[in-house]
């Protein structure tokens, strides 16, 4: 990659602080302003692939929407609190690609770590902005997903939508 195409400092930060912003907004209410704030980090068309005890794929704003309801009606998410582990940015000119590393802790009720993974993001830099257009979350395979089978279960009882 030339000199000219890599990303600038002001770039990898700016998507850095896309990553914190994510983790920071997972962790707000289940109101609809946070699931419209949590929608704003991705492109309209943006897609987002979940793969751990079950795989969903979620596209666009409704999509995006989904995501952020499921996620706070389905599992204590009041009692969670989400970090950003490692990562890597890597691209040139108005694309980029991350792999970074996400942590979730107990907040209350619970002791020490809950769950983590990887995020395989790419991300796309339109009218000087950047947000991601595509994102894929693995759980690691060291984390014994049966922790969340219950929550799961329970879907059809516990799900609300904003």
């Known amino acids: 990659m030339t000199s000219s195409l890599a990303l600038s400092t ?51 704003p409704d999509g995006m929407k989904q995501l952020y309801d499921y996620a706070h009606s389905v599992f204590p998410m009041a009692r969670m609190r989400h970090s950003l582990g490692t990562f890597v940015i890597q691209g040139g ?39 991601c257009i595509e994102r894929t979350s693995r759980v690691d395979p060291n984390w014994p997903a049966a922790l969340f089978q219950p929550w799961v279960d329970r879907q059809d009882q516990t799900f609300k939508a904003s």
């Open 93 to 131: 000119g108005e694309n980029a690609s991350v792999e970074w590393n996400w942590i979730v802790t107990w907040r209350e009720g619970g002791e020490g770590f809950l769950s983590t993974g990887t995020y395989y993001d790419k991300f796309e830099k339109r009218d000087g902005i950047w947000k």
């Open 10 to 60: 002001a770039d990898r930060f700016e998507i850095f602080e896309q990553l914190n912003r994510h983790q920071r907004y997972i962790d707000n209410d289940a109101s609809r302003a946070s699931a419209e704030l949590y929608g704003s980090l991705y492109w309209p068309e943006a897609k987002f692939t979940v793969i751990d005890i079950r795989q969903n794929e979620f596209v666009g």
